[in-house]
Nanobody
Framework: QEQLVESGGGLVQAGGSLRLSCAVSERSIYWFVMGWFRQAPGKGREFLAGISSSGDNTYYADSVKGRFTISRDNAKNSVYLSLNRLKPEDSAVYYC????????????????WGQGTRVTVSS
């Protein structure tokens, strides 16, 4: 079964930046559309961004459009999320997964989730 390991989170001041990484093992992501999600305390998991298998097409939720950038490196079996102009409301645990399409509410395709990486934005 695939394993996903997210990293790169941390504590940052509002307006700052972070770059998150998601390394996938036991399964190639080459043919998969990939996405990033986040979950804040007491809230459901929110879809943020997706990227096509080739990397040519992306989709962003309105809440992060213009501030976050998704990318991928199929050779490294990894997906990335650059977070810029961070706000306190961006504080959450961030996860990656394969998704079923570049839509507003895609379903995850991998059965397992990683442990996530925590982002905390101070005001």
């Amino acid at each position: 079964q695939e394993q996903l390991v997210e990293s790169g989170g941390g504590l940052v001041q509002a307006g700052g930046s972070l770059r998150l990484s998601c390394a996938v093992s036991e399964r190639s992501i080459y043919w998969f559309v990939m996405g990033w999600f986040r979950q804040a305390p007491g809230k459901g998991r929110e879809f943020l961004a997706g990227i096509s298998s080739s990397g040519d097409n992306t989709y962003y939720a309105d809440s992060v459009k213009g501030r976050f950038t998704i990318s991928r490196d199929n050779a490294k079996n990894s997906v990335y999320l650059s977070l810029n102009r961070l706000k306190p409301e961006d504080s959450a645990v961030y996860y990656c997964n394969a998704i079923d399409g570049l839509t507003p509410s895609p379903a995850p395709r991998f059965g397992s989730w990683g442990q996530g990486t925590r982002v905390t934005v101070s005001s």
